[in-house]
């Protein structure tokens, strides 16, 4: 997507904010086809966390068997696993041949011919990585990740880390806006090659963390109030940025920006939305507490069935992901003679 400049505002409350009244839901008319991944012999839990398709015929898998990272591969009509470095976490890409998989600290890229571990810089001094975060793409030759460190004795507090990918090395980035003082980082989206949103929340006052980076700096967008904890975002263009969350008596919260200001949206069926998922269509899927799932489009919410596999609640955000031909994938598990054993689905 490529990166239009946006007006800097701040949100003044929200009771400034316009609540978008929930349109008719419309059933989806169509259905759900389960693609099980061969499961390894063995008694470990094993599931497909996250998916990437390039093309009907062209996509990526990452799960585990236990703890140890499976990458799988998909031919357009079956899954095998591949040999990879044992790096697991989350999947994104951009095309057959511009593929990530990382935790944030420890990173693997597919070119097309070979996997590649691609080194993070080393942390300040006295400091170590914590092996967990975001990874996400939507820029061929870049690539952006989040992370924390903590220090050596795993005594200190952590202090989260956004590091981006300049197609040759992984860069660190300036800290953004008050990352040092508690706010834990739940979520990163990149819409282009040099924007980016990242959220975040803490216990107590002053609990909002929502900033984007423009390309050479951090815009804190400060929700006033202390109104939300913000859990997710979906950024599918400069002008249409989702978050998530839960207000202030822990009801569920949507918004979206169009490039000028936050809408509020009703949340079809009621409970919260801790993960939004990009499934192309020009808007997010959402899985709610109660297990409805929603994709958004021109008609406004549409009744997703829901998937024959067993997708974690607030799994990766690669967990649902767009299929070229219009579908949707999902990632899970399921039980079979008595053992939890990976498997995807197809929605079309």
Do not use: C
């Not at 903590?150 to 952590?158: A, K, Y």
């Amino acid at each position: 997507m490529a990166l239009r400049t946006t007006r800097r505002t701040v949100l003044t409350g929200l009771a400034a904010m316009a609540v978008v009244p929930l349109v008719p839901v419309r059933a989806f008319a169509a259905g759900w086809t389960r693609h099980d991944f061969p499961p390894r012999a063995g008694t470990a839990e094993q599931r497909v966390n996250g998916i990437f398709a390039a093309s009907p015929t062209a996509a990526w898998s990452i799960g585990v068997d236990g703890v140890e990272p499976v990458v799988g591969r998909w031919d357009g009509s079956s899954w095998r696993a591949v040999q990879a470095p044992a790096v697991g976490g989350d999947i994104a890409g951009t095309a057959a041949d511009d593929v990530w998989i990382g935790t944030g600290a420890k990173n693997m890229h597919w070119d097309g011919v070979s996997w590649t571990v691609r080194a993070v810089p080393a942390p300040p001094a006295g400091e170590m990585y914590i092996d967990t975060g975001n990874l996400v793409t939507d820029a061929r030759g870049t690539a952006w990740s989040t992370t924390a460190t903590t220090t050596v004795l795993g005594t200190g507090p952590l202090i989260y880390r956004v590091m981006r990918w300049d197609g040759t090395a992984w860069q660190l980035l300036p800290n953004p806006p008050r990352t040092t003082a508690g706010f834990d980082v739940l979520d990163l989206d990149v819409t282009g090659a040099t924007g980016a949103w990242v959220v975040g929340t803490r216990v107590g006052a002053d609990r909002t963390l929502v900033v984007q980076w423009d390309g050479s700096a951090w815009v804190d967008h400060q929700l006033p109030g202390d109104s939300v904890y913000p859990e997710a975002v979906l950024a599918l263009g400069p002008s249409a940025v989702w978050i998530s969350g839960q207000d202030a008596n822990s009801s569920g919260f949507l918004a979206r920006w169009n490039g000028e200001s936050w809408s509020r949206l009703d949340i079809p069926g009621g409970g919260r939305v801790s993960r939004l998922y990009d499934v192309g269509n020009g808007g997010p899927l959402i899985r709610t507490q109660n297990d409805g799932y929603y994709r958004w489009g021109a008609a406004g919410w549409q009744v997703v069935p829901t998937p024959p596999v067993r997708v974690l609640y607030s799994e990766v955000r690669s967990a649902f992901a767009a299929a070229p031909d219009g579908g949707i994938w999902a990632a899970g598990s399921r039980v079979a003679g008595g053992r939890v054993v990976p498997a995807t689905a197809l929605y079309l």
